[in-house]
């Protein structure tokens, strides 16, 4: 069966993204260029708001397609550096991204949930560091930062599972549903996003996103040029207006 993306709009604002490479969501060459694509759409697109992203079938994602790269031969380190463009590109995406964690994440599909803002999951899903299984290595930046040194060399040093539950007390999600209700709570969850002021969405994401690297003095200097611009939008203005009078405000992105 041919390897795919489904890439639909479920609701306002929201893109919902699903990877179908059977048989086990392998992200081959093909498919991630496919991805890199949608992703650079959705950065020009400003109706899009919020990002879902899931895997259809028993998996999220198991990382890169191992069958296609055993063919590689000397192309092998570019592919792994595509690999790695295509989650910077999550990252940084204008949107937030929803990682609706379906079921197994394994290596590459672990740092794939990772590069996501936000990690909800399946009580049926689990997640393998599976570097030290293979003779390499991932994960070894965005997981220490997310669930703190300990839990992430508990999972990267010995290449074992990691349950929903486990990843919950740890952090690496936010919370867990059974497998029928997970898409709907993604959903959920997105349209609160999306009927939040996207100016401000977008700005918390880029100032969370630097929490880490900036000192103190930097990161004031850089929330105060955010807030210059969030001070003066009308979406700001809705935003109070709507507070004071109890109504639900319209943001309108300007």
Known sequence: MTAALHVS???????????????????????????????????????????????????????????EAMSRGEDAVGSLNQ???????????????IAAVNGYAIGGGLE???????????????FLGAGVNVGLMASVYRLPRLVGVGPAKAMLLTGTKTDAETALRY??????????????????????????????????????????????EASARAAGRELKVLVASNDHKAGVKAFVTRQEPAFTRS
């Open 83 to 97: 690999f790695g463009r295509l989650l910077n590109r999550i990252e940084a995406l204008r949107a937030p991204v």
């Open 171 to 216: 952090g690496l999600v936010t919370a867990i549903h059974p497998p029928e209700a997970l898409l709907a709570e993604a959903l959920a969850l997105a349209e609160r996003i999306a009927t939040r002021a996207p100016l401000s969405v977008e700005a918390s994401k880029r100032m969370i996103g630097q929490a880490f690297d900036l000192d103190a």
């Open 9 to 67: 709009r479920p609701l306002p604002g929201a893109v919902l993204i699903e990877i179908d490479a059977p048989p086990s969501n392998a992200l081959g060459g093909e498919v991630r260029t496919r991805f890199e694509a949608e992703l650079e759409a959705i950065e020009a697109d400003l109706d899009v708001r919020v990002v879902i992203l899931t895997g259809r079938g028993p998996g999220f994602c198991s990382g890169d397609d191992l069958k």
């Open 112 to 126: 794939l949930a990772l590069s996501c803002d936000i990690r909800i999951a399946s009580d049926k899903a689990w």
